[in-house]
Nanobody
Framework: QVRLEESGGDLVQPGGSLRLSCAGS????????IGWFRQVPGKEREGVSC????????WYSDSVKGRFTISRDEVKNVVYLQMNSLQPDDAAVYYC?????????????????WGQGTQVTVSS
């Protein structure tokens, strides 16, 4: 059974940094694309970043490009999202998602498995 669990969300001041983790179980990370998404109340889930095995394919939304970095530890079956220069607009519940294969997508409908989310709050 594929399971994903996010962690690392917290309250941070504008300009601060956080690293989110997405721990996977029940599958081998090498064969899955992993995406990070975020959602605020009343809005659609927004793609933030994604990667495939060995970082062969990566994607970032324009709103986070240059500030966020996705990385994978395929020994530990964990995907990280390093978030720097956080701004109030980055505040949201962040989700990781998985889909089998090697196609990196920023569209939520392309993913089969989802974690429960972790809250990121950016406020002074």
């Amino acid at each position: 059974q594929v399971r994903l669990e996010e962690s690392g969300g917290d309250l941070v001041q504008p300009g601060g940094s956080l690293r989110l983790s997405c721990a996977g179980s029940g599958f081998v990370l090498d064969y899955y694309a992993i995406g990070w998404f975020r959602q605020v109340p009343g809005k659609e889930r927004e793609g933030v970043s994604c990667s495939t095995t060995n970082d062969a394919s990566e994607w970032y939304s324009d709103s986070v490009k240059g500030r966020f970095t996705i990385s994978r530890d395929e020994v530990k079956n964990v995907v990280y999202l390093q978030m720097n220069s956080l701004q109030p607009d980055d505040a949201a519940v962040y989700y990781c998602a998985a889909v089998g294969g090697f196609y990196c997508s920023g569209n939520a409908v392309d993913y089969d498995y989802w974690g429960q989310g972790t809250q990121v709050t950016v406020s002074s």
